[in-house]
């Protein structure tokens, strides 16, 4: 079946505009979460959504960053008042139940502030 | 805080040989282990994934290990081929519900 897809898949912006990213999970998987991969950073977790549970936002650097899930399956990443160093690489993926089953990714968004 | 850390950050090695990544990790503490392989511009592709009660898990020429008690997984790709060359990243999942990521290593493999 169809994997993680996210759109779109490049995104340029001027500093201090808001950005939506999105994600749309694998069918039927429950767990969806979003990492940042930029440079001299790795890979860092950012948001996580278990079905219905409220979501774990511990990895948001800050409040310029939202994430929503709607009914269940497609997810939107926000960020406001984008700045230079939001660039980066944004990561969606999406397992089948949280933890104990492996996550896949999908191809990412390239966002670049300017 | 868990700390993942992966040695070397780069190789390089001609086709056909057998190579070994490393992964190590500070918090023994963990529920599983996944390698995964990422090719330029690309997402994530998993690899393997080994939960804590196991100590190996193979996928064709590929092997990962995991030794929990003292934090370290590696990765043997046996015969490499140039189609190999990408970064592998480790990653743990311990406390919480995220993955904790290595730098992951730049893995050339030259025809």
């Known amino acids: 079946g169809a994997g993680v897809s996210q759109s779109p898949s490049n995104k340029v912006t001027e500093k201090g505009k808001d950005v939506e990213l999105r994600c749309d999970p694998i069918?039927?998987?429950?767990?969806l979460y979003w990492y940042r991969q930029s440079l001299g950073q790795g890979l860092e977790f950012l948001i996580y959504?278990?079905?219905?549970?409220?979501?774990?936002k511990s990895g948001l650097p800050s409040d310029r960053f939202s994430a929503e899930r709607t009914g269940g399956s497609v997810s939107t990443l926000t960020i406001q008042r984008t700045q230079q160093e939001d660039s980066a690489v944004y990561l969606c993926?999406?397992?089948?139940?949280?933890?104990?089953?492996?996550?896949?990714f999908g191809p990412g968004t390239r966002l670049l502030v300017l | 805080k868990q700390e993942v850390t992966q040695i070397p950050a780069a190789l390089s090695v001609p086709e056909g040989e057998n190579l070994v990544l490393n992964c190590s990790f500070t918090?023994?503490?963990?529920?599983?282990l996944q390698w995964f392989r990422q090719d330029p511009g690309k997402g994530l592709t998993s690899l393997l994934l080994?939960?804590?009660?196991?100590r190996e898990q193979t996928s064709g020429r590929l092997n990962a290990s995991l030794d929990k008690s003292s934090g370290r997984s590696t990765l043997y790709i046996a015969a490499s081929q140039p189609g190999d060359s990408a970064t592998y990243l480790c990653?743990?999942?311990?406390?919480?519900?995220?993955?904790?990521f290595g730098g992951g290593t730049r893995l050339m493999v030259k025809p």
């Open positions: 993926a999406s397992s089948a139940t949280s933890g104990m089953k492996t996550q896949y």
């Open positions: 069918s039927g998987h429950t767990a």
């Open positions: 959504f278990q079905g219905n549970s409220a979501p774990d």
């Open positions: 918090d023994s503490a963990i529920y599983n």
């Open positions: 080994i939960q804590s009660s196991q």
């Open positions: 990653a743990v999942r311990s406390a919480g519900n995220m993955l904790t």
